[in-house]
């Protein structure tokens, strides 16, 4: 299985980075192994529709849990869309983040937890 | 000739500024850009009636024909559209109308249809002014702006005027105009977003040049940094309370006091020099 976590930076003692659709970087996690890939999130940039890009990029990695600290409207009809369930509430490193996900200490949202473009603000 | 008045910061005068210089010169023809709130038929009489419905191009899409390639939401620059797994997603409001995604479906699975986003409508008086009216919830006012500018008199002289800021629909404004007039007012806020349109207007690469609103609220800094970026100064309009008292009213300055026609003409001969 695979996990994205959305970072400020590339390796497992990064900050989680609480944007979704312009965080910096996604680390692709196996959670059993930790062995994880850390992808340039391209949608960063974006002058629009960051979020459903981004579910996109996810989605095409073959990600089925996404952990972040917000996903808007847009992007979230497009990650339900792939399947991915969406993990929030969650902040520190990485490594500190996948420690509260095997205690099963995230909550998993059914909806958008902000509304459009928060995180351009 | 094509003149648009424009500013960075909103307020600080550009319709006042486009209105009273239309009336000043004969022969105008009044242009109000501003589709998400245009306000110069406020302060020209008779009403305003419809002309024209426009509308942009936007994609629906044939699920029975889609392969789920892809191709349109890797093309579409605004990523308006989603294709995960065998499910496509389409987001209205971020869709530019650009008709790309159906020139690059191989499967033929998009097609065309025609969206309304507002109205264009005119006052002809003696001096006809056309405006834009940007459909509520519609977040994409440049079509309209578009179609706007092209209603320009090409022999006789055009005053457009520009929406705030220096986004999309105020360069779309700007562009191919022959000369910018930049409305500010003396005050911090005014010389800074003054300097985010000159910024602009130099990318553009449009003649500009500026009027000080409501001289004598603030301070001489704007003066100061004309003088040092070499901007010509059109004129300074006084922050006189008659101009106040008739702008509550609805009346233009030049109706109600009639000696501020010769201001006006002066901006307008000067703007003439420059270009």
């Given at each position: 299985m695979k996990i994205a976590v959305t970072a400020k930076g590339n390796e497992l003692t990064s900050e989680m980075d609480p944007r979704f659709g312009r965080c910096r970087f996604f680390l692709i996690v196996d959670p059993n192994t930790k062995e994880f890939e850390a992808v340039e999130n391209k949608s960063a940039m974006a002058t629009g529709g960051a979020g459903p890009q981004a579910s996109q990029t996810i989605s095409r990695l073959g990600v089925e849990v996404l952990i972040t600290g917000n996903v808007g409207p847009n992007a979230f009809e497009a990650l339900k869309a792939s399947g991915?369930?969406?993990?929030?509430g969650a902040s520190g490193t990485v490594e500190e983040i996948?420690?509260?996900y095997d205690k099963g200490e995230l909550e998993e949202i059914q909806g958008a937890s902000v509304?459009?473009?928060s995180g351009m603000r | 000739m094509k003149i648009a008045v424009a500013s960075g910061k909103g307020?600080?005068?550009?319709?006042?500024?486009?209105?009273?210089l239309a009336l000043?010169?004969?022969?105008?023809?009044?242009?109000?850009?501003?589709?998400?709130?245009?306000?110069?038929?406020?302060?020209?009489?008779?009403?305003?009636k419809k002309v024209k419905d426009v509308s942009i191009p936007a994609p629906k899409f044939d699920l029975d024909k889609c392969t789920y390639c892809?191709?349109?939401?890797d093309f579409c620059q605004y990523n308006a559209i989603s294709?995960?797994?065998r499910k496509l997603l389409f987001f209205k409001e971020l869709c530019h109308g650009c008709g790309g995604c159906r020139i690059i479906c191989p499967a033929e699975a998009v097609e065309e249809i025609e969206h309304h986003i507002g109205v264009i409508e005119m006052n002809e008086g003696e001096r006809p002014l056309f405006h834009g009216m940007l459909d509520i919830g519609e977040p994409f006012g440049v079509p309209i702006i578009r179609e706007l500018k092209g209603l320009s008199d090409d022999d006789g002289i055009t005053i457009f005027d520009s929406p705030p800021g220096t986004a999309c629909p105020?360069?779309?404004?700007?562009?191919?105009?022959?000369?910018?007039?930049?409305?500010?007012?003396?005050t911090p806020f005014g010389l800074h977003d003054l300097k985010l349109t000159v910024d602009v207007v130099r990318e553009i690469g449009v003649p500009f040049g500026v009027v000080v609103n409501r001289d004598g609220i603030g301070d001489d800094r704007v003066d100061t940094y004309c003088r040092e970026e070499g901007i010509p100064l059109l004129a300074k309009i006084p922050n006189d309370m008659e101009i106040a008292k008739a702008y509550s009213m609805g009346v233009p300055i030049v109706v109600a006091l009639p000696h501020y026609m010769e201001l006006f003409r002066e901006i307008y001969e000067k703007a003439r020099g420059m270009i």
């Amino acid at each position: 299985m695979k996990i994205a976590v959305t970072a400020k930076g590339n390796e497992l003692t990064s900050e989680m980075d609480p944007r979704f659709g312009r965080c910096r970087f996604f680390l692709i996690v196996d959670p059993n192994t930790k062995e994880f890939e850390a992808v340039e999130n391209k949608s960063a940039m974006a002058t629009g529709g960051a979020g459903p890009q981004a579910s996109q990029t996810i989605s095409r990695l073959g990600v089925e849990v996404l952990i972040t600290g917000n996903v808007g409207p847009n992007a979230f009809e497009a990650l339900k869309a792939s399947g991915i369930r969406v993990l929030i509430g969650a902040s520190g490193t990485v490594e500190e983040i996948l420690g509260k996900y095997d205690k099963g200490e995230l909550e998993e949202i059914q909806g958008a937890s902000v509304g459009s473009h928060s995180g351009m603000r | 000739m094509k003149i648009a008045v424009a500013s960075g910061k909103g307020g600080t005068g550009k319709t006042t500024v486009a209105v009273n210089l239309a009336l000043s010169i004969k022969g105008s023809t009044l242009i109000d850009c501003d589709v998400e709130g245009p306000n110069c038929h406020l302060f020209v009489r008779g009403p305003m009636k419809k002309v024209k419905d426009v509308s942009i191009p936007a994609p629906k899409f044939d699920l029975d024909k889609c392969t789920y390639c892809g191709k349109c939401a890797d093309f579409c620059q605004y990523n308006a559209i989603s294709v995960i797994g065998r499910k496509l997603l389409f987001f209205k409001e971020l869709c530019h109308g650009c008709g790309g995604c159906r020139i690059i479906c191989p499967a033929e699975a998009v097609e065309e249809i025609e969206h309304h986003i507002g109205v264009i409508e005119m006052n002809e008086g003696e001096r006809p002014l056309f405006h834009g009216m940007l459909d509520i919830g519609e977040p994409f006012g440049v079509p309209i702006i578009r179609e706007l500018k092209g209603l320009s008199d090409d022999d006789g002289i055009t005053i457009f005027d520009s929406p705030p800021g220096t986004a999309c629909p105020a360069v779309e404004t700007m562009r191919d105009v022959d000369l910018c007039i930049l409305v500010t007012e003396p005050t911090p806020f005014g010389l800074h977003d003054l300097k985010l349109t000159v910024d602009v207007v130099r990318e553009i690469g449009v003649p500009f040049g500026v009027v000080v609103n409501r001289d004598g609220i603030g301070d001489d800094r704007v003066d100061t940094y004309c003088r040092e970026e070499g901007i010509p100064l059109l004129a300074k309009i006084p922050n006189d309370m008659e101009i106040a008292k008739a702008y509550s009213m609805g009346v233009p300055i030049v109706v109600a006091l009639p000696h501020y026609m010769e201001l006006f003409r002066e901006i307008y001969e000067k703007a003439r020099g420059m270009i």
